[in-house]
């Protein structure tokens, strides 16, 4: 193991925190904040990073790289073979002593745990699994940890360290086999797939007892029962270095919830950190914007009821950047509107701009007890701003309304946003007067 013993924890921690900045599976935190000595605490942008629990608390976690030093030569990547950069490699126990001093010290919660290739990914896999078992029940860590797996690696380690991580994930880096194969020609994606399905048809089952040998061990000697990465996997994509289109990332997103029982897909907005990328044009003025549409598509996938094919198809395939993938799908279906709040079902509801997952079922409770109106919607949650176009309260409107697509979206879409809605939209826009808040009828 080549590990660089001339360099401090402190100076490895610097090195290997910043490595993992553009491994996407959580939020980081991004922040620099000096304490001058007056209050209590301060912020540093590398090391920390944030998820959120199943119960929607905040989660910190130690986010790192176990070694920056890769065999691999993604041309995408910061940590290829051929690039200049400082490298640095912890060893297992530098790690525990980190996620401990900084759990003790209540920085974190938990873990996040990702690595260059070292020598293999078995070797590498070994690596962790050693970190992992020390952590576990050496150390008597049982924060949340999550780790990821290295395409590549043996089903014995791979299901080894299953059974000591609360989440594992599987970078699928790109969301095709001809992209893949263009910018990361050591990597294949029969050798990305396997570990997934290994994990997608692990999670949650207990551990064997003839494989007691990896469980994980409380300090009085007794054995805790140990379940298969029970937070689920994860996947992360990175979309803009190769030119599939937002139509061609969401069927693949889809497909991978269906099958591969994923948590969550994270999206990256490619960074061409290399300078060696032939990279399209991204669509939109913003790839930081596309990468927001695809979140939001995502979200509606999987808490709203939506498909694909409802938001994109072949002859539309890619997002609007103005309006979110909701707002645009309302405008584009303004048959099914108005609603009316006080008969919809939860479902209809969900369909409705400005309507989320909370506002909804406290509607379909509160409307069974008594009548609403627009100021006891505002104060369940729902976005009148949105919604307002799009429904009734007991059969009334919030202001006269026009059912009418370029009407509603050039009032919903950002102010800063509406000269793009009509270049790419071909809207000609033109002075409202007061002839248009006339109700037609």
């Given at each position: 193991m080549e590990i660089q013993q001339q360099m401090t924890v402190s100076e490895k921690l610097k090195i290997l925190t910043d490595a993992a900045k553009y491994d996407v599976a959580c939020t980081s935190s991004g922040a620099n904040?000096?304490?001058?000595?007056?209050?209590?605490?301060?912020?540093?942008?590398?090391?920390?990073?944030?998820?959120?629990?199943?119960?929607?608390?905040?989660?910190?976690?130690?986010?790192?790289?176990?070694?920056?030093?890769?065999?691999?030569?993604?041309?995408?990547?910061?940590?290829?073979?051929?690039?200049?950069?400082?490298?640095?490699?912890?060893?297992?126990?530098?790690?525990?002593?980190?996620?401990?001093?900084?759990?003790?010290?209540?920085?974190?919660?938990?873990?996040?745990?990702?690595?260059?290739?070292?020598?293999?990914?078995?070797f590498t896999m070994s690596l962790i699994y050693e970190t992992l078992w020390k952590l576990r029940n050496q150390y008597h860590f049982f924060g949340y940890i999550h780790v990821k797996a290295i395409p590549g690696a043996s089903k014995e380690i791979i299901e080894r360290v299953g059974f000591l991580a609360d989440r594992m994930s599987v970078n699928l880096e790109l969301p095709t086999r001809k992209g893949l194969a263009d910018l990361a020609p050591n990597k294949n994606f029969q050798n990305i797939l396997r570990p997934m399905n290994q994990i997608r048809e692990g999670i949650g089952k207990p551990l064997p007892d003839k494989k007691g040998g990896y469980a994980l061990v409380t300090?009085?000697?007794?054995?805790?029962?140990?379940?298969?990465?029970?937070?689920?996997?994860?996947?992360?994509?990175?979309?803009?270095?190769?030119?599939?289109?937002?139509?061609?990332?969401?069927?693949?997103?889809?497909?991978?919830?269906?099958t591969m029982k994923l948590k969550r897909v994270f999206y990256s907005a490619f960074v061409d950190i290399n300078h060696n990328i032939d990279a399209p044009a991204p669509i939109g003025p913003n790839p930081l914007l596309r990468e927001h549409r695809l979140y939001q598509a995502d979200w509606l996938l999987r808490y709203y009821g939506f498909h694909v094919n409802e938001l994109l198809n072949e002859r539309r395939q890619n997002f609007n950047v103005v309006l979110d993938p909701k707002c645009d799908w309302a405008v584009n279906h303004l048959e099914r509107f108005p609603v009316e709040v006080m008969k919809a079902d939860y479902y209809v509801l969900l369909r409705v701009p400005g309507i989320g997952v909370r506002s909804a079922k406290r509607i379909v409770s509160a409307r069974r007890y008594s009548m609403l109106d627009f100021e006891s919607l505002k104060k369940m949650g729902v976005v009148l701003k949105r919604a307002a176009y799009f429904i009734t309260c007991c059969g009334k409107t919030m202001f006269p309304l026009r059912l009418e697509r370029d009407y509603i979206s050039r009032c919903i879409a950002d102010k800063d946003r509406k000269q793009i809605f009509a270049i790419e939209d071909d809207t000609t826009y033109r002075q409202m007067s007061l002839m248009d808040l006339e109700v037609k009828t």
């Open positions: 904040r000096t304490n001058s000595g007056v209050g209590m605490g301060d912020a540093h942008a590398c090391g920390i990073c944030h998820t959120f629990s199943s119960d929607g608390r905040c989660v910190s976690l130690l986010k790192i790289l176990f070694t920056n030093e890769c065999v691999y030569d993604c041309k995408y990547c910061i940590n290829r073979k051929s690039n200049d950069v400082p490298r640095a490699s912890f060893t297992p126990d530098e790690i525990c002593e980190l996620t401990m001093q900084f759990y003790r010290r209540n920085y974190i919660e938990g873990l996040f745990l990702s690595s260059g290739i070292l020598k293999s990914p078995d300090k009085n000697g007794q054995k805790k029962q140990s379940k298969f990465v029970p937070a689920g996997q994860s996947t992360q994509m990175i979309i803009g270095a190769t030119p599939e289109t937002d139509y061609q990332l969401m069927l693949v997103t889809e497909y991978m919830y269906q």
